[in-house]
């Protein structure tokens, strides 16, 4: 822990126009209006169940519909059960409703929604429905930019639904509340010239759940490192580790890889 204040203070105590592009959490920003962005996310996690690991692959397109509207779809890939095959599939809908712009910094808040199928057998007390729940998700999340340094937070309510080929336990909580925190700071170019210049971010950012009906919670942390090339590309690297949990989890601790790029006015 000590480790990792020093982390944060470090992010936190430079003075200086952030990206908002989070690796594991979404900001209150939307995507450009009119652009389409087309994403691959993957992540190699330690299986707590088995010997080896679990590989999840997540292809992505989000859609910025307007400066205010975004929605993105996702499909869900995975190595559980008889190798790698698609297990499901996602809607993520974002709205923001407040902004408040200053000269060298903004303040937004958004009301997001989720809705996601998997057929993932389930195998732990987190609920997950990026790869392995059913379910949906509503919430809010808010932004701060502060001239190179964003800080980001979100609350929201998870709920679990049954899918056609299995019930989910009825002594595990299908409630639960999310929450994150997350902090990025523009660590090159100290000085843009154009907009062609690559973009290096830092960042550190903590996921958490509980589950209502029992209490039960965890609290990951997840360091990364952004590259942004020519304004469109988008490379994330991360490490998520675990840092506290009173729930049974299949995978906690692993790596991430995102490959994104963006193509703007679209649909204008």
Do not use: C
């Not at 869900?76 to 809908?93: C, D, P, R, T, V």
């Not at 997950?128 to 729940?133: I, P, Q, T």
């Not at 690297?237 to 506290?244: D, H, I, P, V």
């Not at 601790?253 to 006015?265: A, H, P, S, V």
């Amino acid at each position: 822990m000590k480790y990792l204040s020093i982390v944060f203070i470090f992010l936190i105590s430079y003075n200086i126009d952030a990206q908002e592009l989070f690796v594991v959490t979404e900001p209150a920003s939307n995507a450009p209006a009119g652009s389409i962005g087309v994403r691959v996310g993957q992540s190699l996690m330690d299986n707590k169940h088995e010997s080896g690991s679990m590989y999840n692959l997540t292809p992505e397109v989000t859609w910025g519909i307007n400066k205010n509207l975004m929605v993105r779809t996702s499909a869900f890939l995975s190595n559980q059960e008889n190798g790698l095959g698609i297990k499901g599939g996602g809607f993520y809908a974002k709205y923001r409703f407040f902004s408040v712009d200053d000269l060298q910094s903004h303040f937004r808040m958004a009301a997001f929604g989720r809705y996601s199928y998997n057929t993932s057998f389930f195998n732990q007390e987190a609920i997950d429905l990026a790869n392995g729940n059913s379910g949906y998700e509503a919430g809010l999340v808010a932004t701060q930019l502060i001239h190179k340094v964003a800080l980001s937070s979100s609350v929201s309510y998870v709920r679990v639904l049954n899918n056609p080929d299995y019930s989910f336990p009825d002594a595990l909580g299908k409630n639960a509340v999310n929450y994150t925190f997350s902090v990025g700071k523009l660590m090159y170019p100290k000085k843009y010239t154009n907009y062609k210049q690559t973009n290096i971010n830092a960042m550190l950012e903590f996921t958490g759940q509980t589950i209502t009906e029992n209490g039960k919670s965890y609290l990951d942390v997840v360091p990364s490192i952004q590259f942004i090339i020519n304004s469109q590309a988008r490379i994330d690297l991360a490490y998520k580790k675990e840092l506290y949990s009173s729930m049974q989890r299949a995978a906690s601790d692993g790596i991430f890889l995102k490959l994104e790029y963006t193509f703007f006015n679209v649909t204008k």
